[in-house]
Every structure is written in structure tokens, then in C-alpha cells.
């Protein structure tokens, strides 16, 4: 039953048409006010209709630019039908998604009469609350022929979906939540105690926070039930209820009878749910029947452990004894009891809570959610993506070890190949980190460049990138050779190249990160990666990127990312100080940088020989190996402080030995946005770093670590002094790290960046 209906567009963004009852402050309205601004809008045009009123959320899209609008019919479906009638006819959507069941009828009926080519009804529940009457399953079963398909949210729903609804298996399609970890964060220092004045509850004492619609469902009664037994072994204990419901005034009379009211706060619908969860020691979800809740993705984003009825998706969520407790559902003991074992043990409460972040950055981020939903919507659509992935070529010189190459072979290992598939063209010869490319699925091509000016080296290029198929060439600033021989030859070959600049500050030293040839010429290429904003505002200012139309291009900023492991235990730093050999009472301080007169070994040294006779615990671990090796070593013995410097040299496992140091240290002239820096921050480590390059878009000065002049030992020695003789500021300082690097500067966040823009330019 397809032939009748129109084509979907062949070219342009595809143009998506969400219809719901309205825009309330439940689960599966928040999934549409977060989806629909967060698709691509190069590749989809989105808008939404509420067929009864606007709802609470409803400016939410406005903010975003989002088309929407209400009908004002939700119990006049001649009126709603119509109505729709004449927005599809208007708007001409390519594919109409329904959610609820007068969305759902009116929706498809609607599309079939100004013939929509697809049409997907989102389920966002994994069972009836109420029976389905006989009139809604043959409303269903007449329209199961027009529709495209059926979208869930959760594995679990795939056999209510088949087994109880009727649903094809063929026209399923499962597009976990996700959630946006940079919205909903662990809470900044202050933030708890405003939100309790905001609350109107004290700033101390143990609280439980439970966002849900005050419905049936929701089962708020066992919820309250539990904290009753809570209040008998923790009576300062609060229960905060977040949202609104016409269960409301029957909950806050049971509140009263069961003597609780005092430690209870309705605190209503809320627009600042993110807010909230910062004086939230445990959230809570006591539901009989449950999907996949996105209060409990937002609470664990936030940090907070959660406590959750063991229904639907959520032991898809929750890893029990890891990130939070499941319970049986309508049990008010047990959930009291796992409640009370949680709140009792802070330092397992914080665990629980970093553990809880951890999983929701690992797979329910929100990027991850919305392009899962992109690619199924194309799919769906028919625009699936090309029969083959986009082929990247970087072209190196070699690779070395270093930071920017680590960052190449991360992505590398990181990237989606069904979207992207990368290879390595060398210059001269692969280089030592060759293998690791190669063990990692990228293929390596070297052209055996025999000299600088090699005449064979374009052709070669040229011949490589149309054999091997390149959609787009990636280049490195620091390789000047690329620069100039890749770009011609990405012309003569016809695709699109992207230039990635790993650094700044060089004129202090008179030297450029662009040639100045490759600055006059930028609008050969289609891209420029940058990695902070700060960086474009170097080049701009000191290179003259952008003064005139010829040095202009588009400029992207794709922040460094990392492999973020776990956050490292106690246990951790034992092993990592029992590696390099040092005491568990020894204050380490670590440099983690290539021995280059760039990273200014010197400074540091010079301030630890300054602080050693008022330290006699502290230790300088230097990792990293380099040109500068002799002279460092020989000013160690110069300034008499052997005995404080141990030397580790080239090490691959710098992530294991990280939880070793109590403080990190760079002290260079000099930066781009280091590695070390994140992986430092990623383990726990405070840091303290000179006023360079980007690091002031790294680390917060005073939060995450101090951010210190160039060349100013004492300012160094001060700060170094002040994380040395105060072990609760490096913990406070390397919690806020951790979370900082969490929410910014992980590897899958890079990753994503690059492949958007791969995608855009090979399109």
C-alpha cells in the first residue's frame, strides 16, 4: 500500500512532521522537545504539532527554533483531522512521526489523505495501564498496512510491541534515550546550597529526589510508604517530588496520614530539572511499569545513584550495586532498605554516583541517541546512507610518538566505520606508531618520499587518492610538505581537504603554526580544525588567518578528546605508586611532555629545588623522553635534587601511572591543547600549568587546578605550595577535573565532531 503515496524528496533536508497530544513535562514529551533541535538541520527540517494545548515544554522549542504549533482539539478530532489536513498539505513533510494514541490515529489518518510517504508511530511505553478497548485494537489493526514503521526505546518493548500490540517485527526499530551530559552535570561548588534555598529546604541532611508525573503509574504511594520507613532510621531525611499530576492532592493527603508531610516537598512542574538533582543525594523511581525513564538517565548524568523499581528497561539503566539499587516493584520495605544502605555510606554514595556518569557517557549520551534517530529516519526514509562508508585519507610525513599522533590513532580506533573509514598515507616511512594503525584496521600506505624534492611525490598522491577512492584528505599543520603537496593533490583529485592546527603561541619563539604560504591560500582548503576558540583568536590575530577573502576558509572547532577509563580507586594509586616505585606518603608531583626547550623541563626543576627543604616528602616524576634528556638530567644533578627526580623516560602506559601523582604539572612556553593535560584531569590529578595556548580553555583556574604566567617559578612554587600542604583542595580540585573531562573532552566527543564534518564535506 505504497504506490499511492508521494516520493520522498531526493535532495535537501528531510522534512519531519512530530504530532502529539501535547508538549507536557512528561518522559516522551521531553524526548521530543530534546530530539527535534538537536537533528542535524542540514540534513532535516523539523516541526511540531500538538493537537490539544501547547503544554509546559512547548516554549522549549521555540527557544530552539523550532516550528511548532496547537490545535486546540484534542476532544474535537473532526476539528484536529482537518487541521492536520491542512499543515501536511502546506508543509509537504516527508515522514510523519505519532506518539499517543490520538496523535497516532489522527496523524496516519491525516497523512494518508495528502498521501505523506512514511509515517512512524514512537512508542514510548512497554505495557497498558488499562486494558486496550476492542475500538482502539481495530483502530490500530486498520491502520498497521499505512504505516512505515514503529519506533521504541528500549529492547525490552520489542515484545509488548509484537506480542501484545500486533506489530510487525519487520517495522520495528529501537532508538535508545539519551541524555545532554553537558546540561546535566554533577554539581558545581555552592550549587547544592542554592538550590536548597531555592527548595526551601535546609542545605544539610540527606535528600531524595523523584522526578515523575504524579500518575497512577508513577506508584508515588510506595514511594511515600518507603520514606516512612526511611524517617525511622534517618530522621533529617527529605523527599523531594519533582512534577505535577492529578494524583497530587490524593498524594499530599497521604503524605499527611502517614505523619511525613514534614520531610516531603511537592516542588511541582520545573523547568530547571538539571538544578534540582545538584542537592539530590539519591533519586528515586518507584514505578509499577516503566520504558526507559528519562528522569533516571538525567539523574545519573548528574552524579546521583539511583534507586529504581526492577521494571521495563530501567536493569538496562541501572547496573544493580554499581550505579544504584533495583528493587521489586510496590515493595516499600525493600526500597526503604536499599535507600537507608545508600545514604548511610557517603563515600559508596559517591562511588555509586560516579559510576552512574560513567555509564551514561558510555551509552546514553544524547549524540549518541540523535544519531542512532538520524540514521533510522534515513533509513527509514529510503535515504540510507551511502553503499559504502566515507573514505579518509591522512596524509603524515610518519608517525612518531607524540600527541597529535596519539590523538590521529584514537580516532582512528574510535570511529564509526560504518560512516567513516580511515587510512594512512606516510610520506618517507610509517614511522613506530605504524603498528598501532595497523592493528587497529587502518590501512598504511608509504610513498617512500626520497628526498625533499622528490618530483614523483604528487602523482603519486594524485594516483593513491583516486585508487583508493578518498572523499577527503586530512592534513596536520606541522607537517609542511602535506601541507603544500596534499592540498594540490586533493585539488587535481577532486575532494574536498581539511587542515587540523595542534598548536599556537609558536611566534614567541618565531616560528608560525601556519606556513605563511598556506595562510595566503586557506581558501583551498574547505576546513580548518581548530581546538579551542582561543586558537582561532591566535591565528587570527598573529597570523593573519581571515584579514582578507584569500585567507579565509571554514573554521571548526573540534576539542582534543581522550579515552576516559574509569575514575581511578584507591587501590589504583597504590598499584600506580608501587609501579614507579615511590612511598603511599611521598606528595608526587608528575610532568607528563616530550623533553623539547618548548615544555621548559627547567622551570619546574628549579621550583622543585626551591621547595625541597621545607618538603622533605616531595617527589618530581618526569615521563617522557626527548632531545632535552642530557641537559635535564645534568641540571637535576646540578641543583642537588637526584634523590627527588626519578625519570621513567617513554612510557605507553601513561594512563596507569597518572593516579601515581598527587599533582601535574606543565611548565611550557608554549602549548596547543595537550593530551596530558586531559588524561591528568581525567584521572583525578589537579593541575598546574603555565598561560598558554589553550590550556585556559582546559583547566578552570582555581577550580580544576591554577593556571600560572609563563616562566614565573615563584607563582609556581605558590600554587604548587598551596595543593602540597592541602590533601582535601588536589581531592576537591581533581573531582572537578574529572567531571570537567568527562563532560567535554572525551574521545567520542571528538570523534563525533570529526565525522560531521567529513560527512558535510564529502557530501
Known amino acids: 500500500?505504497?504506490?499511492?503515496?508521494?516520493?520522498?524528496?531526493?535532495?535537501?533536508?528531510?522534512?519531519?512532521?512530530?504530532?502529539?497530544?501535547?508538549?507536557?513535562?512528561?518522559?516522551?514529551?521531553?524526548?521530543?522537545?530534546?530530539?527535534?533541535?538537536?537533528?542535524?538541520?542540514?540534513?532535516?527540517?523539523?516541526?511540531?504539532?500538538?493537537?490539544?494545548?501547547?503544554?509546559?515544554?512547548?516554549?522549549?522549542?521555540?527557544?530552539?527554533?523550532?516550528?511548532?504549533?496547537?490545535?486546540?482539539?484534542?476532544?474535537?478530532?473532526?476539528?484536529?483531522?482537518?487541521?492536520?489536513?491542512?499543515?501536511?498539505?502546506?508543509?509537504?513533510?516527508d515522514v510523519v512521526i505519532t506518539r499517543g494514541?490520538?496523535?497516532?490515529?489522527?496523524?496516519?489518518?491525516?497523512?494518508?489523505?495528502?498521501?505523506?510517504?512514511?509515517?512512524?508511530?514512537?512508542?514510548?511505553?512497554?505495557?497498558?495501564?488499562?486494558?486496550?478497548?476492542?475500538?482502539?485494537?481495530?483502530?490500530?489493526?486498520?491502520?498497521?498496512?499505512?504505516?512505515?514503521?514503529?519506533?521504541?526505546?528500549?529492547?525490552?518493548?520489542?515484545?509488548?510491541?509484537?506480542?501484545?500490540?500486533?506489530?510487525?517485527?519487520?517495522?520495528?526499530?529501537?532508538?535508545?534515550?539519551?541524555?545532554?551530559?553537558?546540561?546535566?552535570?554533577?554539581?558545581?561548588?555552592?550549587?547544592?546550597?542554592?538550590?536548597?534555598?531555592?527548595?526551601?529546604?535546609?542545605?544539610?541532611?540527606?535528600?531524595?529526589?523523584?522526578?515523575?508525573?504524579?500518575?497512577?503509574?508513577?506508584?508515588h504511594g510506595t514511594a511515600l510508604r518507603a520514606m516512612k520507613l526511611v524517617l525511622d532510621e534517618i530522621p533529617d531525611a527529605r523527599l523531594v517530588l519533582i512534577g505535577d499530576g492529578p494524583l497530587r492532592q490524593p498524594l499530599e493527603q497521604l503524605a499527611g496520614e502517614l505523619g511525613i508531610a514534614g520531610n516531603v516537598v511537592f516542588a511541582g512542574s520545573r523547568s530547571d530539572v538539571a538544578s534540582l538533582f545538584a542537592v539530590v543525594d539519591v533519586a528515586l523511581l518507584s514505578s509499577y511499569t516503566e520504558c526507559f525513564p528519562l528522569a533516571v538517565l538525567e539523574a545519573m548524568a548528574c552524579g546521583v545513584p539511583v534507586v529504581a523499581t526492577d521494571v521495563g528497561g530501567l536493569p538496562d539503566m541501572v547496573d544493580d550495586g554499581v550505579t544504584g539499587q533495583l528493587v521489586p516493584p510496590r515493595d516499600p520495605r525493600a526500597m526503604a532498605t536499599a535507600l537507608i544502605k545508600i545514604m548511610r555510606d557517603p563515600g559508596r554514595t559517591a562511588e555509586m554516583g560516579r559510576a552512574a556518569r560513567r555509564r551514561v557517557l558510555e551509552r546514553f549520551t544524547l549524540e549518541r541517541s540523535v544519531r542512532v534517530a538520524g540514521a533510522t529516519l534515513l533509513r527509514t526514509a529510503g535515504r540510507e546512507r551511502p553503499a559504502r562508508p566515507i573514505r579518509l585519507t591522512i596524509l603524515q610525513d610518519h608517525v612518531s610518538v607524540g600527541g597529535a599522533e596519539n590523538l590521529l590513532l584514537e580516532l582512528c580506533r574510535n570511529v564509526d566505520r560504518r560512516i567513516v573509514e580511515p587510512r594512512l598515507i606516510c610520506f618517507r616511512h610509517p614511522g613506530a606508531l605504524a603498528p598501532a594503525f595497523e592493528a587497529a584496521g587502518v590501512p598504511v600506505e608509504s610513498l617512500e618520499r626520497s628526498g625533499r624534492f622528490d618530483p614523483r611525490t604528487l602523482l603519486r598522491l594524485v594516483r593513491s587518492f583516486r585508487s583508493g577512492g578518498t572523499d577527503v584528505v586530512l592534513l596536520t599543520h606541522y607537517h609542511r610538505a602535506g601541507l603544500l603537496l596534499g592540498r594540490i593533490a586533493a585539488r587535481l583529485a577532486r575532494v574536498p581537504n581539511v587542515v587540523a592546527a595542534h598548536d599556537m603561541d609558536l611566534m614567541g619563539v618565531g616560528k608560525r603554526v601556519l606556513p605563511r604560504g598556506v595562510v595566503e591560500t586557506l581558501f583551498l582548503t574547505q576546513a580548518l580544525v581548530l581546538l579551542a576558540p582561543s586558537q582561532g583568536r591566535y591565528l587570527h590575530e598573529e597570523e593573519g588567518v581571515g584579514r582578507f577573502p584569500w585567507r579565509r576558509t571554514r573554521e571548526v572547532v573540534i576539542p582534543n578528546g581522550i579515552v576516559l577509563r574509569p575514575a581511578p580507586t584507591p587501590a589504583d594509586r597504590i598499584a600506580a605508586r608501587a609501579r614507579l616505585g615511590l612511598d603511599r606518603a611521598d606528595v608526587v608531583v608528575g610532568i607528563v611532555a616530550v623533553l623539547r626547550p618548548q615544555k621548559a623541563h627547567g622551570v619546574l626543576l628549579r621550583t622543585i629545588a626551591a621547595l625541597a627543604p621545607t618538603h622533605p616528602r616531595l617527589r618530581l616524576v618526569v615521563v617522557g623522553d626527548g632531545p632535552e634528556a642530557p641537559r635535564v638530567r645534568a641540571l637535576v644533578d646540578e641543583l642537588g635534587i637526584a634523590d627527588r627526580v626519578d625519570f621513567t623516560g617513554l612510557r605507553s602506559d601513561v594512563p596507569a601511572l597518572l593516579p601515581a601523582f598527587d599533582i601535574s604539572c606543565l611548565s611550557s612556553v608554549h602549548e596547543g591543547a595537550p593530551l596530558a593535560v586531559l588524561e591528568s584531569m581525567a584521572a583525578g590529578v589537579p593541575m598546574v600549568a603555565t598561560d598558554c595556548g589553550a590550556l585556559r580553555d582546559l583547566v578552570a583556574d582555581e577550580e580544576e587546578g591554577f593556571i600560572v604566567p609563563v616562566g614565573d617559578e615563584p607563582a609556581l612554587a605558590a600554587r604548587l605550595e598551596r595543593l602540597i600542604v592541602d590533601p582535601a583542595l588536589r581531592r576537591a580540585m581533581g573531582e572537578r577535573g574529572r567531571a570537567h573531562a568527562e563532560r567535554e573532552f572525551s574521545i567520542e566527543r571528538t570523534v563525533q565532531g570529526y565525522q560531521r564534518l567529513v560527512a558535510e564535506l564529502a557530501r
Open 1 to 93: 500500500m505504497t504506490g499511492w503515496r508521494r516520493r520522498v524528496r531526493e535532495a535537501g533536508p528531510l522534512r519531519i512532521l512530530f504530532i502529539v497530544p501535547d508538549l507536557g513535562t512528561g518522559g516522551a514529551e521531553r524526548h521530543v522537545v530534546t530530539l527535534a533541535p538537536a537533528l542535524d538541520p542540514a540534513r532535516f527540517h523539523v516541526s511540531v504539532v500538538c493537537i490539544g494545548e501547547e503544554g509546559g515544554l512547548f516554549p522549549t522549542l521555540a527557544g530552539h527554533g523550532v516550528p511548532a504549533r496547537a490545535l486546540h482539539s484534542r476532544r474535537r478530532w473532526l476539528h484536529a483531522l482537518f487541521g492536520l489536513i491542512r499543515i501536511m498539505t502546506d508543509e509537504h513533510p
Open 101 to 219: 494514541y490520538n496523535a497516532d490515529t489522527l496523524g496516519r489518518i491525516a497523512a494518508a489523505f495528502t498521501r505523506v510517504a512514511r509515517t512512524v508511530v514512537w512508542v514510548h511505553n512497554a505495557g497498558d495501564i488499562t486494558p486496550r478497548g476492542a475500538v482502539r485494537r481495530a483502530v490500530y489493526k486498520v491502520l498497521g498496512p499505512l504505516t512505515s514503521a514503529y519506533y521504541g526505546v528500549a529492547d525490552e518493548q520489542r515484545a509488548y510491541l509484537v506480542e501484545q500490540l500486533g506489530f510487525p517485527e519487520s517495522k520495528i526499530e529501537v532508538i535508545e534515550n539519551g541524555v545532554d551530559t553537558s546540561l546535566f552535570q554533577p554539581a558545581r561548588p555552592g550549587e547544592p546550597a542554592r538550590t536548597a534555598s531555592a527548595l526551601g529546604i535546609p542545605a544539610q541532611g540527606p535528600t531524595i529526589g523523584m522526578l515523575a508525573v504524579l500518575r497512577p503509574e508513577k506508584d
